[in-house]
Each structure stands twice: as structure tokens, then as C-alpha cells.
């Protein structure tokens, strides 16, 4: 095979569960063009596993040797057997695991904290009663009562279980079930002396319906909370492009929908850049930190004039 193509996932594969039109035909007329088509993700929440589900789920062939992402990135910035709090998905716990180290999956920290309870508002708040003002007044002062009291608990809970010693790394990710608990965490860790690994600094992360926070958030708060500037993992950093060279080699073309994220690290990986705009990029958003050697709507239309041309 001559060309090696690089492909985001999230805003060019699919965005949520949803496959973007035309995605599967792309990448089919690649490998039929006898071109290599593999993958890197800045998402380190999910298994790898679980990728390879959704690709083939969505008329994608594809092995875990096909893919790579954030979490593995930053797995491989530590050095030995080493002890580290995972704030973040099955990913990261997965890509430790896999490199010989010792992970704490802070989500086990928090249940066994709570005594696997969750705690929810103590009272009613149905779909005719949205407000928490009208929920307050329906169920008077003695659900305040309550609900002051769960937060206390909730305090001394997690006072307790951040009180982790030894670490020498947290690695920070994407996670839709980020709270105080997995900041109190965190926060505790670094201030103790554990280095401080993001697995990316996006801002933003693309869903079908819009954006939604993007796996910097947690990593930044930390920043901000612990005055440590800690080091990032994921596209475009030098753990990335480490990890692309020695795994995939030479790579041709990257496509994705972040210039400062794929698009540098096309220009890092000497390789060219297409910018689809199905993602977090919109078409009329002219401000590039990597200027693209080719801009379309979808994967399939960059594709296509690519092929052809």
C-alpha cells in the first residue's frame, strides 16, 4: 500500500451514535483504491473494543490494530510499573492495564465511598414541574432539611476517599460522569505530588445534536486548582505523534474536523491535511491554527476529489 490515511472518529466518522452520511462509502473507496485507513481518536473514554464494535455496527471493517487513542498516548508517558489515578472511562483503566501499570479507577474510589448509593435531590420534580424553586415549595422545609444533610455526608464521604496516598500520576479524560467527587480526587492527587497527565485539551466535543464539553474541562480545572501546568497526551503533542510513527509509520493524509488538533498534527506527522466540516469545525470559521491543504463538507466529498484528482 502506498498512502497511509489518517482518520479522526468523532465529527468525521460518526457524531453520538450516528453515522455521518457517507463515512462507510469513503472509507470503502479508500481500501478499495488500496489505500491504508486507520484511526486515531482523542476520546479516551471507551474501549478500544467497543470501537471496533461501533466502526463494524456502521458498515466499517475494523481490528484494534487499526486503531489508536489519547489514552493510550498517555499511558505510554509513564515509565516502570507505575500507581495512577484514572479520572476518566474504561479507556484509560484499559491502555494502564495494557502497559503493565497499576491503575485506581477513581469511579470505584467514589462508589465504595458512597456505599455504592448515589445520592439524588430528595424530592419530586416530574416533567409539569421542571423548576427546583416549585419542586422546593411543594415539598417544604423538611426536604431542605434533607438535602442539606446529604450534602454534608456527601463532604465528609469524599473527604475521606481522596485520601489517596502514593500516586505517582493522574491521568484526566473525557467523562460524562465528572462531579466534585472526581475533582476532590484529582485535586488531592496532584496536590500530593502525582503527575498530572491529560489525555487531550479539547474544549469541545461533538454529538449529533451540538457540542457538548470536551475532555479538556476536567484538566483545566485541575490546572487551575493545583497551579500545575501538567502535560497533555492526546493529538497533536509529541506522546501522539510518537505513538502514530512507531505504530502506523509514514502517514500520507490525516483528516479531521480540528485543525488545532489534527491539523498540527498533520504538519508534525509531514503528512497533508483535509478539514472536514461535520464536526466541531464549521464551514464559515476561518480562524485555522493548521491551514489545510483541502476543506470539504464530509469525508466522503474529500474522498472523492482526492481520489479523482
Known amino acids: ?22 463515512s462507510d462509502e469513503a472509507v470503502a473507496a479508500l481500501r478499495t483504491a488500496n489505500k491504508r485507513v486507520v484511526f486515531f481518536t482523542n476520546n479516551s473514554f471507551p474501549l478500544v473494543s467497543s470501537l471496533v464494535d461501533k466502526l463494524c455496527s456502521m458498515n466499517i ?45 477513581g469511579h470505584g474510589i467514589i462508589s465504595d465511598a458512597l456505599g455504592g448509593t448515589k445520592y439524588v435531590l430528595p424530592f419530586p420534580c416530574d416533567e409539569e414541574s421542571l423548576s427546583v424553586e416549585s419542586a422546593f415549595r411543594e415539598s417544604g422545609r423538611d426536604n431542605l432539611l434533607d438535602l442539606t444533610q446529604a ?3 456527601f463532604f ?12 505517582d500520576a493522574c491521568v484526566v479524560g473525557i467523562d460524562p460522569f465528572f462531579n466534585f467527587a472526581t475533582l476532590a480526587l484529582g ?3 496532584v496536590s500530593g505530588g502525582a503527575r498530572l ?14 457540542l457538548l464539553p470536551g475532555g479538556g474541562i476536567l484538566y483545566k480545572a485541575l490546572q487551575f486548582l493545583t497551579n500545575t501546568s501538567g502535560e497533555v497526551a492526546g493529538k497533536p503533542y ?14 500520507t493524509y490525516v483528516v479531521g474536523d480540528r485543525s488545532d488538533t489534527d491539523g498540527l498534527l498533520a504538519n508534525r506527522l509531514g503528512a497533508r491535511f483535509a478539514l472536514v466540516y461535520s464536526g466541531v469545525t464549521a464551514e464559515q470559521q476561518k480562524n485555522c491554527n493548521a491551514v489545510p491543504f483541502m476543506a470539504d463538507e464530509d469525508l466522503l466529498k474529500v474522498v472523492s476529489r482526492i481520489l479523482a484528482s
Open 238 to 251: 509529541d506522546p501522539a505523534v510518537e505513538l502514530v510513527k512507531s505504530t502506523f509509520g509514514d502517514v
Open 187 to 189: 485535586f488531592r492527587a
Open 1 to 22: 500500500m502506498s498512502e497511509t490515511w489518517l482518520i479522526d472518529l468523532d465529527g468525521v466518522i460518526w457524531r453520538g451514535n450516528s453515522l455521518i452520511a457517507g
Open 197 to 210: 497527565i491529560a489525555t487531550n485539551d479539547d474544549g469541545t466535543y461533538p454529538m449529533q445534536n451540538g
Open 61 to 105: 471493517p475494523a481490528s484494534r490494530e487499526d486503531i489508536l487513542t489519547s489514552a493510550m498516548a498517555a499511558s505510554r508517558l509513564l515509565k516502570g510499573k507505575s500507581k495512577v489515578l484514572c479520572l476518566g472511562g474504561p479507556g484509560i483503566y484499559e491502555a494502564l492495564v495494557g502497559d503493565g501499570h497499576n491503575p485506581v479507577f
Open 156 to 167: 465528609e464521604a469524599i473527604d475521606k476517599a481522596a485520601d489517596v496516598d502514593s500516586l
Open 151 to 153: 450534602g454534608i455526608e
